[in-house]
DNA sequence: ATATTTATGTTAAAACTATCACAAACGGGG
DNA sequence: CCCCGTTTGTGATAGTTTTAACATAAATAT
């Protein structure tokens, strides 16, 4: 059970928080500062600097004491972390209203996120373009996927179809899905599926606005009689 | 520090699981199964047993020994906890290309989320119609918003005007803010803030899909030597 | 009726995360 | 060259979340 010490898994709370160490890590390069001690981007990002420093230490000893973190430094490498030194092949699967608005999204492709090649089921669509990426029958996906090394996959298909569609992109050389359908999908292989559920965040924020009436109903909840059924 | 039992903060963890056991009451509802066990449950969700019994205990004692959960009356619970039971007015903020997928988008109306107006800068879009809903100069927004009572507003706009329209709805009657926007939220008053950062899950998943090769340069990255800089 | 099975609510333990605290190491000024 | 302030990496500690275990109670079978 006991894994070697330099095997040991970096825990997800721990990963979610990576991007936001990149995100402000190029706005300090951006506004050319040199270095920064955990304590300044503690201030900054609002986790405390003890959590950045064991944050970072998951990966390896990028500061130095007395100094802090390099930021030019610290960027790169939390950028290779996250993967983000190579560019990488993505294929869009659903050109309706959401497929529609992800490929004229532009701010992917700025950090190396190319859609390389639309699908859809729609023959009316299949032979178009959005913004110069041709949009092809899903018959074709697996065949193109493979012949272009492409890296991932955004389906965003109506739900009834995501599991089919799920199940053909898995014989493919595709490593990552990133699932905006309301199904959650479950591959057998080895590739990652990254979740965007949208009704579950907007219910989120409802539990969120409901809170305060909630609690008086809680109150009335907790106490009373439980019935039997029927 | 210690509260009473009866106001004891439900946790983070617990709030994000709530709209999958909806979803899967309301699947299991659809096939009109009357009973459910958290054993049954579990094997729908993936969570332990022992987990949802304790997550649905946060709000009330809604089973019973040797029976289980009654179906339809632990979906009108959560739906209730979620505030599910009552509809809300949304406002869109932005007609760009997220916002008319998310204009387009009539997942949301099944579940009482009704977008009644939307908002632009751009005088091209003002005055047109997305869905029968009629498109207004963001100048308006505070008036529209109270006129009709509004208690959610998706900010869907370039990065760079979220602050300032943030700020603007913050005087108004708005309960919580769907942010779809990178930019992360600070608004003073009680007003709930719930994130929507596509280019974070991006990362995550791109995180994972490059963890194998991660694993060697961990190795070498740990035993490396500590350099001055400089 | 009574026994057996099912399945909850709850308490206790384990696993996981976040925070604290401090020795060790570096940078910079005299 | 040495001292002093800074700031890391890390081991200890506190807090949170998940899982396990079980006493208790209802449902079902005999």
Request: hydrophobic fraction near 40%.
């Amino acid at each position: 059970m006991e894994q070697p010490d330099e095997f040991k898994k970096v825990s997800m709370a721990v990963i979610k928080r990576l991007p936001k160490y990149h995100q402000c890590l190029l706005n300090l390069l951006k506004d050319n500062v040199e270095r920064v001690s955990s304590q300044k981007l503690s201030k900054i990002l609002g986790f405390t600097a003890s959590q950045i420093r064991q944050d970072l230490n998951n990966f390896g000893e990028f500061g130095q004491q007395g100094y802090g973190y390099n930021v030019s430094q610290l960027y790169t490498e939390i950028s290779k972390i996250l993967g983000l030194n190579t560019s990488h092949k993505m294929v869009l699967v659903g050109a309706g209203n959401l497929g529609q608005a992800l490929a004229n999204y532009t701010g992917f492709s700025t950090h190396g996120f190319n859609i390389v090649a639309i699908f859809d089921s729609n023959p009316k669509l299949v032979g178009r373009k959005i913004k110069d990426i041709s949009i092809y029958h899903v018959e074709d996906i697996e065949y193109i996927i493979n012949e272009n090394d492409v890296d991932i996959a955004i389906l965003a298909v109506p739900q009834d179809k995501a599991e089919k569609i799920a199940i053909k992109i898995s014989k493919t050389c595709i490593r990552g899905i990133w699932n905006f359908t309301p199904k959650e999908i479950t591959v057998n292989s080895d590739i990652v599926v990254e979740n965007v559920h949208l009704i579950d965040s907007l219910f989120t924020l409802s539990y969120h606005i409901n809170e305060g009436k909630l609690q008086e109903r809680l109150i009335k909840q907790k106490r009373k009689i439980s019935l039997t059924h029927r």
